[in-house]
């Protein structure tokens, strides 16, 4: 195999290894951003690079487009009632409810006998989207919390 030939395959080699990792690492069923599950419902995705990547929640996914800023181009949210796919602007999302299934705030032990209380979660207070305002405010009834705009959550 002449040199030129034998670096073409080597490179075309690498590069199908690599997509194929990018692509295992997109199919798995854990957030992108911290790991957590995916739950029913509440998960959102957002489009970073020339790729789609999904967070168990809408919060982890602002929370991401915070902290680093401009790689973010769109989000997506899922209906709660349905679990459609819907942009976030068409939505009303219910803020603070008592559904957090993100929820990791449980006392870590420091030393033997000591323990600490976490100040801040990524995924916390949920923002719950639906399509329609009326289930939201039915959702809210139940569960509590606020019904807010995306304008109003502070999305981009």
């Not at 034998?6 to 199919?27: E, H, K, M, N």
């Not at 559904?99 to 033997?112: D, F, S, T, W, Y």
Request: hydrophobic share 45%.
């Amino acid at each position: 195999m002449k040199p030129s030939k034998r670096a073409l395959t080597i490179l075309a080699a690498g590069a199908l290894a690599l997509a194929g990792a990018f692509y295992v690492r997109q199919r798995r069923a854990a957030c992108w951003v911290c790991d957590r599950p995916f739950h029913a419902g509440m998960t959102a995705k957002l489009e970073a690079g020339l790729f789609w990547r999904r967070t168990c929640c809408l919060r982890c996914a602002l929370n991401y487009g915070r902290q680093n800023p401009g790689t973010v181009k769109a989000y997506r949210v899922t209906d709660y009632a349905t679990g459609r796919w819907l942009k976030p602007e068409a939505a009303s999302f219910v803020v603070g409810s008592d559904l957090e299934p993100c929820h990791a705030m449980a006392a870590q032990r420091v030393e033997p006998g000591m323990e600490a209380a976490p100040r801040w979660d990524r995924c916390v207070p949920s923002a719950i989207a639906f399509a329609d305002i009326a289930a939201a405010q039915r959702f809210q009834g139940g569960h509590g919390g606020r019904v807010v705009s995306w304008a109003q959550l502070g999305g981009p």
